[in-house]
């Protein structure tokens, strides 16, 4: 008999990240739950990532979480505090999702009040469509490329804003890892 199994879902993930947890002793602190390792989860690997290595990825956030403790805290005060892990060792810092949406609020703004600057407009229109459109459940492989732009123009004609306003953009979408311009 030939079984396909599926893939697990980020949800799914989360409540096996959170059981291996529970079996090594430790909690989530600051009442974290389910919704935060799922977070953790899907800002730590591709959506691609997550369904081709299913369940491996969540013994590996544990092993990273705890890392990311042992290494936060100093050792006299490690032996004596609890085992529980809190946002910064699962990688939830305030650059999270939430903080990311509200760069993507911001720059959308900024660009709805440009006065001109036509062209760049319509290539941010059709960046954050392919990005929401990855982010519904589509091919992830849409996003990949080469993000090398060429900005002409003469004197004054807003060439660095622009390029500064892009690579704010291509950051909040998630497009660049480092922040570094």
């Known amino acids: 008999a030939w079984l396909q199994l599926p893939n697990y879902t980020p949800r799914q993930l989360a409540a096996i990240t959170a059981a291996q947890l529970t079996e090594r002793g430790y909690a989530l602190a600051g009442g974290m739950g389910l919704a935060d390792l799922q977070a953790a989860l899907c800002a730590t690997w591709p959506r691609d990532v997550l369904a081709m290595r ?28 609890p085992l529980s892990l809190c946002a910064e060792d699962l990688g939830l810092q305030s650059h999270g999702l939430m903080s990311l949406l509200a760069q993507r609020a911001v720059i959308d703004a900024e660009v709805a009040e440009l006065v001109g600057m036509a062209p760049l407009k319509r290539f941010l229109v059709e960046l954050r469509a392919k990005v929401e459109f990855v982010s519904l459940g589509g091919d992830p492989r849409l996003l990949e490329g080469c993000l090398n732009v060429v900005l002409t123009g003469n004197p004054g004609a807003g060439k660095t804003t622009a390029a500064r306003l892009l690579f704010r953009a291509l950051r909040a979408y998630g497009l660049l890892k480092k922040n570094v311009f």
Do not use: D
């Open 54 to 81: 299913n369940a491996h990825l969540a013994s590996e956030l544990v092993q990273r979480a705890i890392s990311h403790r042992n290494q936060r805290v100093a050792l006299p005060r490690l032996l004596a505090m």
